[in-house]
């Protein structure tokens, strides 16, 4: 089993930054890739990134690429989201999520992680709110 507590929402003007973070208990973390996905009002939930179990691959949603980074942290069981020249459009909830599958890599796998239903365990989500 892995838990996942999200945290570092808050309420920014447009252009600002935040980071958000992920907090995973559970031994074998360091074994799944964990991606971020956000959902805003009335709307279905949406990919934002991905990243392999060992930070070697990674994978962004279009509309975030070149202002959001994700990394890693396997030994304090971390995963965060640096977001960056945030914009209105970004408010939403934000998840953090695990593949509970070990180990696995490649290029078609990280295709497969902007698909929820590739994920085991999701935290309860964070708020983001960019204003205008």
């Known amino acids: 089993q892995v838990q996942l507590v999200e945290s570092g929402g808050g309420l920014v003007q447009a252009g600002a930054s935040l980071r958000l973070s992920c907090a995973a208990s559970g031994r074998t973390f360091s074994n799944y890739a964990m991606g971020w996905f956000r959902q805003a009002p009335g709307k279905e939930r949406e990919f934002v990134g991905a990243?392999?179990?060992?930070?070697?691959?990674?994978n962004y949603a279009d509309s975030v690429k070149g202002r959001f980074t994700i990394s890693r942290d396997n030994a304090k069981n971390m995963v965060y989201l640096q977001m960056n020249s945030l914009k209105p459009e970004d408010t939403a909830v934000y998840y953090c999520a695990a593949d509970g599958k070990a180990n696995r890599s490649g290029n078609y796998y990280l295709t497969s992680l902007q698909n929820e239903r590739k994920y085991d365990y999701w935290g309860q989500g964070t708020q983001v709110t960019v204003s205008s």
């Open positions: 990243i392999t179990w060992d930070g070697a691959k990674i």
